[in-house]
């Protein structure tokens, strides 16, 4: 007998990826340098990516942020920007500062996405390849803050495909797409072909019933994403059945 927990597959993983949100210091769990540095000690074998929120690469001060970028490329997590920062610089015409700004705090992955922004296929396609050639990964974020009707599986498909064939290595589902989905939509997308290489962002306010929720019926090794630092080492225990959320599973 042994009282060890099954062992966790090591990084970079395939399928059960978490792509933490940093929110800065903040409730949902207090980053900056400190900070960082005692989640990755606790928790770090769990985080595969490391979103740096929203424009906080602009609004913290410069050196904290490279800091923290270091830090978690030190712990094997994959630190990239938000797509917000991308909105912001392509409504600015400040693309190019953008990446000078990436180069400088040491993040070579950045999210592209089209939550207010609206780019034609081949814009889209053309700035990821322009983003790559010159030295970043990018992460395709689909989907609206606002969406106005439900997304289609199919038409998400037609862009998984397009944005993967030029090496883009996941797309994340924005909340806002996944709360319009029906529970009949969100089971077509589970038996899409192409499924394993999406993040589904999550809702931090609904931590855990959300979460459990979708390990539940999508299984542990779904791939989550917008998960807050407070929530990453429970998230950890809720994929192995620890915890009320899924009924102690473990112990089954």
């Known amino acids: 007998m042994s009282l060890a927990l099954p062992a966790h597959a090591g990084k970079p993983r395939a399928h059960g990826i978490t792509a933490m949100i940093d929110f800065g210091p903040d409730t949902f769990g207090w980053t900056g340098p400190a900070g960082v540095?005692?989640?990755?000690?606790?928790?770090?074998?769990?985080?595969?990516?490391?979103?740096?929120?929203?424009?906080?690469?602009?609004?913290?001060?410069?050196?904290?942020?490279?800091?923290?970028?270091?830090?978690?490329?030190?712990?094997?997590?994959?630190?990239?920007?938000?797509?917000?920062?991308?909105?912001?610089?392509?409504?600015?015409?400040?693309?190019?500062?953008?990446?000078?700004?990436?180069?400088?705090?040491?993040?070579?992955?950045?999210?592209?996405?089209?939550?207010?922004?609206?780019?034609?296929?081949?814009?889209?396609?053309?700035?990821?390849?322009?983003?790559?050639?010159?030295?970043?990964?990018?992460?395709?974020?689909?989907?609206?803050?606002?969406?106005?009707?439900?997304?289609?599986?199919?038409?998400?498909?037609?862009?998984?495909?397009?944005?993967?064939?030029?090496?883009?290595?996941?797309?994340?589902?924005?909340?806002s797409e996944i709360d319009m989905l029906a529970d009949a939509g969100m089971e077509e997308l589970a038996r899409q072909p192409w499924f394993s290489t999406l993040l589904i962002e999550t809702d931090p306010y609904q931590f855990p019933r959300q979460h459990a929720q979708l390990l539940t019926s999508y299984g542990p090794d779904i791939n989550l994403a917008n998960v807050s630092a407070g929530q990453v080492l429970r998230l950890e225990g809720l994929r192995r059945g620890i915890g009320r959320a899924v009924n102690y599973r473990i112990l089954a």
């Open 37 to 175: 540095a005692d989640l990755i000690a606790c928790a770090g074998a769990y985080i595969d990516y490391a979103k740096i929120y929203a424009l906080n690469a602009l609004l913290m001060p410069e050196a904290a942020v490279a800091q923290i970028v270091r830090l978690y490329a030190a712990g094997g997590i994959v630190p990239y920007s938000g797509g917000i920062l991308f909105e912001h610089a392509y409504q600015g015409g400040a693309l190019d500062a953008m990446l000078a700004l990436l180069d400088r705090i040491g993040l070579r992955t950045l999210e592209l996405s089209e939550n207010y922004v609206t780019l034609a296929e081949e814009e889209r396609l053309a700035l990821i390849a322009r983003f790559h050639a010159r030295g970043f990964q990018v992460i395709y974020e689909f989907g609206r803050k606002n969406p106005d009707e439900p997304m289609t599986i199919a038409g998400l498909g037609r862009l998984v495909a397009a944005v993967s064939a030029l090496g883009v290595p996941h797309v994340i589902v924005e909340q």
